[in-house]
C-alpha cells in the first residue's frame, strides 16, 4: 500500500489565486511528520512546510499553509496568492519514527502545478 | 557556499563498473540521508547516518550499495556491478537533529547517473 498518496498528477491555477495540493498518508507509528518540498525544473529540492503528529495546530509559512486532518490522515497544502515562479512539483513526505533513533522517509509522487498568468 | 554539495554531478558509466558518489553536508549537521530519484517520480530514501552511525536502511539499498560516514562529515555512496535500472539521480541531504524537533532537511544537487 502506498504510505503517501498524492492524487492529482498536474493542477492548473490562475496567477493570484489560491491552489490546493492534496496528500493522504498512511502510519501507524505515532510519532511522525509530514513536509512538504518543491522541486523547480532546475532540480533542487525546496523545503516549504512541515506538520508534526502531535502539533495542534496547522503550520503556515508565509503563502504556504498546512491543512493537517490527522483523523482523516491528509496534509493539503495550500498556496495563497499564486505566482508564477510557483510552477514546479511539488512533493508531499512523511517521516516515520522509531525506537533508537530510526526514521523512515516517504515521499509521494507528486503534483506538478502550472501557474497560469 | 555552506550549503550541501555532491560530487560528481554527472556520471556516465557503462554496465558492470563500479561508481563512487561523494556528499558534503552542511557543517554542523549530524543526520545525512541518500536518496535515489527517477525522472517523474518522488525520491525514495535509501539511507541514513546520525553521526557515523547508518541508522535505517532501505530495503532498495541491495547488496551492491553500500554508504559510509567514516567521521561523521561527509558520506560516499558506493554501486557496485551497476545496471541500466540504476540510472537515476541520487539526492543526498542533511538535517541538525535538535531534540523531536522537524529535522528539516537540506538536500544538495544531486548526482545523475547514467549507465549505458
Known amino acids: 500500500a502506498q504510505k503517501i498518496t498524492q492524487t492529482q498528477p498536474g493542477m492548473f491555477v490562475q496567477e493570484k489565486e489560491a491552489v490546493t495540493l492534496d496528500c493522504t498518508y498512511d502510519t501507524s507509528d505515532p510519532s511522525y511528520g509530514l513536509f512538504w518540498y518543491k522541486q523547480p525544473s532546475s532540480g533542487e529540492m525546496i523545503f516549504l512546510i512541515y506538520?508534526?503528529?502531535?502539533?495542534?495546530q496547522n503550520a503556515t509559512e508565509g503563502r504556504y499553509s498546512l491543512n493537517f486532518q490527522k483523523a482523516r490522515k491528509s496534509a493539503n497544502l495550500v498556496i495563497s496568492a499564486s505566482q508564477l515562479g510557483d510552477s514546479a512539483m511539488y512533493f508531499c513526505a512523511m517521516r516515520e519514527d522509531r525506537d533508537n533513533y530510526g526514521q523512515n522517509f516517504v515521499f509521494g509522487p507528486g503534483t506538478r502545478l502550472s501557474v497560469l498568468p | 557556499d555552506t550549503g550541501v554539495s555532491q560530487d560528481p554531478r554527472h556520471k556516465i558509466t557503462k554496465r558492470g563498473q563500479n561508481v563512487t558518489f561523494r556528499c558534503d553536508p552542511i557543517?554542523?549537521?549530524?543526520?545525512l540521508y541518500w536518496y535515489r530519484q527517477t525522472l517523474g517520480q518522488g525520491p525514495e530514501f535509501l539511507t541514513y547516518f546520525q553521526n557515523e552511525a547508518q541508522l535505517e536502511k532501505s530495503r532498495l539499498l541491495s547488496d551492491r550499495f553500500s554508504a559510509e560516514r567514516p567521521k561523521g562529515s561527509f558520506s560516499t555512496l558506493e554501486i557496485q556491478r551497476t545496471e541500466q535500472g540504476d540510472s537515476a539521480m541520487y539526492l543526498c541531504a542533511s538535517s541538525l537533529r535538535v531534540g523531536l524537533g522537524h529535522n528539516e532537511q537540506f538536500f544538495g544537487p544531486g548526482t545523475r547517473l547514467t549507465v549505458l
Open positions: 557543517s554542523e549537521h549530524n543526520r
Open positions: 506538520q508534526g503528529s502531535y502539533d495542534q
